[in-house]
């Protein structure tokens, strides 16, 4: 049964050092679940371990809700570069899961279609998703990718600000937003779009010679995106 109570770092990490040692993701996911809550789990995000820092987003990845992705979205900053990987792999987890479980189930469908190059189909699940949750954000950014695939940029914008609006930290959904101005050659916004991504994610590193390339473009001068924050030795 989770309590209010910090979680000590270390402690954390031996409790479930096991689970991953032999891969038990469904062991490690009840472990979490009785014993700490999201706000518990969040407070490690700040731990000076890194092995906390990162065991914390794996877990919180797994079953955290849509109530601390602020915090999480801080260590996409995180100076230890896997800390920053976990933490992405984790926001997005969350993103896919944060509907209702009907809505949940559309997005799956969605992305399912979308792989196999289905797109049509894959904006009716998204929709429907859509209709169920209103606040689901990332229906709202998979449609999205929909709609850029068939080159309705403007329903994309759309869609990508509604992410946003819903999931402010989202910066999958603001890079897109930035593709879709560019390739209407609305370069001043699409930089916009581009800088405020990697404000919240400095790492995508395409984005960040995109960021290069519309600047020498529009004769902005040299100035550098924000920087990548240096790797942990």
């Not at 731990?47 to 849509?66: E, I, N, S, W």
Request: glycine share 6%; hydrophobic share 40%; with cysteine.
């Amino acid at each position: 049964m989770a309590t209010d109570d910090p979680i000590h770092p270390a402690e954390f990490v031996d409790a479930v050092r096991p689970f991953l040692a032999r891969n038990d993701v469904d062991g490690m996911v009840g472990l979490v679940r009785s014993r700490w809550d999201d706000e518990q789990l969040a407070g490690l995000f700040a731990a000076a371990d890194p092995d906390a820092r990162k065991v914390a987003a794996l877990a919180y990845g797994l079953t955290g809700g849509r109530c601390c992705l602020p915090q999480l979205a801080e260590l996409l900053r995180d100076p230890d570069l896997v800390v920053a990987q976990m933490a992405e792999h984790a926001l997005w987890s969350v993103w896919f899961r944060s509907g209702s479980p009907d809505a949940n189930h559309q997005v799956c469908r969605g992305t399912r279609s979308l792989n196999r190059g289905d797109v049509e189909h894959a904006i009716e699940h998204f929709t429907r998703a859509i209709d169920l949750d209103p606040e689901f954000a990332e229906a709202y950014n998979q449609r999205a990718i929909a709609k850029f695939l068939l080159e309705r940029f403007d329903d994309c914008v759309d869609d990508c600000r509604k992410a946003v609006k819903l999931m402010p930290c989202h910066f999958g959904a603001l890079a897109g937003l930035g593709h879709c101005h560019a390739h209407e050659g609305r370069l001043v916004p699409a930089l916009k779009c581009y800088e405020r991504a990697l404000a919240i994610n400095p790492r995508l590193d395409d984005v960040r010679q995109t960021v290069r390339e519309l600047r020498d473009q529009l004769c902005l001068g040299p100035t550098d995106p924000p920087p990548c924050p240096p790797r942990e030795a």
